[in-house]
């Protein structure tokens, strides 16, 4: 128990973040809950719609449903590349003594890179005469060049690897410092009982770096489940539908169909996606712990 | 968390508009149709929310313009908040006309949304305006309809004019041996054959989605005219209905025949342009807002002797003349009546009355009869191509994006490329775009006109 002055100065000192994140975080989702009851354009005054809003995005908006499957398959992609690959980059950086530094800045490197200049790069890689299609042509494997972000079939995969490709390095460098606390003598003692690098990953050290694996895996999950800017300034969604996310979907609804209220709707089933996702993680990976 | 955060505010504002509405004709001193205003100029800093591009003709004018004002009315300064990302700058801005904080001045198409606005008493008819300015008659007739709502309404001041043209490389048309298109069913069989000679027919930009939506309306300007898309808007024609079946039919036939470049969905503008003027691609369907980069020595040297014009082809039995097609007066100033009073109405008189003269010094064509400037380093076609806005006819082809709801318009563009792609059947896409058509279209405009 704090003394008396203390538990003020507490209170006190947490007050204003609080208040920062009731206001800037939590006051805006309510309100999103609350706009999402009606039917609202902007000019004319709200119109109060009940559940139609939902009932229609449940129900009767087949570019939702797609717009969700296609945000599932970007969640994969990136969590593939971002904690799987992170993790096998992690471990790899252990194996070596020299440079490692060197590494693991150049892999962090397209984190703070900004957005824009990525989806640049990017959209001149996917391009008709671009890197991928022109090695393919060197290789002799012209039959697969294609024009990447056009194509139905490739698109998706575009527009998720380089979201999951910028921040491989940020992963890898929370992963490697929970690696590196893993302590060598267990390592040692398992090697000597003859367990060979397989084993002493999974029984000792992915163990023991579980806590710092499912913060990764929680934030790399929110993050791909709001992920929104590459895809929308790669392809705005297209063609057709073949990258529409939830969010580029929500953000269109909002700012470009000027349905406020409906776009308010798909802004709350975000929130509630993402802490779905979150209790998922934990429930299955805690599990795993105990 | 950001994005609604964003809806929240604006969530918050949502009494703002509602209350600027009632309050338009009473309180303001500026009665929505009275583009009359009693009272002394108070000089003071005003806006303008647009959507141009930082180095035009339009933004250097007018900040010449303003310039000269300030001179004179000591106070007055005019602040340029240019977006010329078009879908950017129609989300910032009706965002802000959502929030009620739309500035003194802002750029809009005459679209289904800025006709609520001007249905709500938020915008100065500029009929009006252009009237008590006594220049209305300066106008040429094409650049005002253009900016007019169905119901004839104009809120919205053009301040450029062009032609939307078919540019084409004669030495490519020569080399796969084809003949300029003179119907709309001939242009797919030209296509056909260039692609034949291995030459990218069409250059098309097709990452900004409105230079592929101008071929939509093609089909349907010739066979049904102007008034299809105006009834197709409210729901009261179909996409099924003939005009539509054959655009939908005609843009598979160009898609089969491989009439776009591979990868079109993602050209940008820029790009779009570069391939017709390197001589990759043979057609090039552009304005003639962009004569100084295609009609002068700005065009590279082996192109300047191959580049020539055709104008929208017919179809048999077509209802519009040859002689009419896409001219559009561009995106409009309107004058938000919320903020009007007799400074802006001083500043507007004083910059329509300088603007046409020093617009045509720009050489482009301008939204009124004064004749631009030819530049010293045009091309013979440059003029050609400015003479053929004296030949024009009297009904105008709008553009589809500037006429279906939001929402429609969205799916329609998503549509469009998976049809042209060959990823969906013309039955499909007019499938779908009926049933997006049914569900969006009358609530839109029933409230429009609620």
Known sequence: MLPHRSRTSVVLFLAPPLLLFGGGVLLPIVQSLFLSFFQWDGIFPMEFVGLENYRRLLFGDDIFWTAFGNQLLYLVICLVLQVGGGLLVASLLLTITKGREVFKVL???????????IALLFQRIYGGDGL??????????DALARPWLSDVSTVLAAVSIPEGWRFLGLYTVILYAALLAVPREQEEAAALDGANAWTVFTKIRFPHIMPVFITTMIMATTYALRGFDIPFLLTNGGPGQASELVTTYMYKTAFTSGHYGYASAISVFIVVECLVAVGLILFSLRRKDA | MKRSQFLALAAGAATVPVLAACGGSGSGGAAATGAAVEGEVEPRAISWLLSRPADGAVISIMEQIADEYAAENEGFSLELITTPDR???IQKYETLAAAGELPELFDTDATPFAAKLAET?????????????????????????YQRFDDGALYMIPLEFGLEVFWY?????EEAGVEVPTTLDEMVEVCETLRGADITPIAVGGQDAWPLERYVAYQPFRIAGPEYIQELKRGDAAFADEPGTASAEWLARLGEVEAFEPGFSSVGYADAQAAFTSGKAAIYNMGTWELPNLATEELPEEMRENIAFFTLPVTEGSVTAENEYVAPSGIGVAVNAETYDPLVRDFLEFALGRYPALYAESGLLGPTTVDPVIPENALPIY??????AEDLGEATLMPWDTQLDPTTNSRLQQELVLLVQGDVTAEEFLTTMDSTLEENAPRYFEDAEG
């Open chain 1, 107 to 117: 892999y962090l490197m397209p984190a703070v890179i900004s957005t824009p200049a």
């Open chain 1, 132 to 141: 991928i299609n022109t090695m393919l042509s060197a290789v002799g494997l």
């Open chain 2, 87 to 89: 879908p950017s700058y």
């Open chain 2, 121 to 145: 008493g938020q915008m100065i008819d500029v009929e009006d305006l252009l009237t008590q300015f006594g220049i209305l008659e300066e106008f040429r007739p094409a650049a005002l309809d």
């Open chain 2, 169 to 173: 490389n004669t030495a490519l048309f």
């Open chain 2, 383 to 388: 003029e050609e191509a400015i003479a053929a």
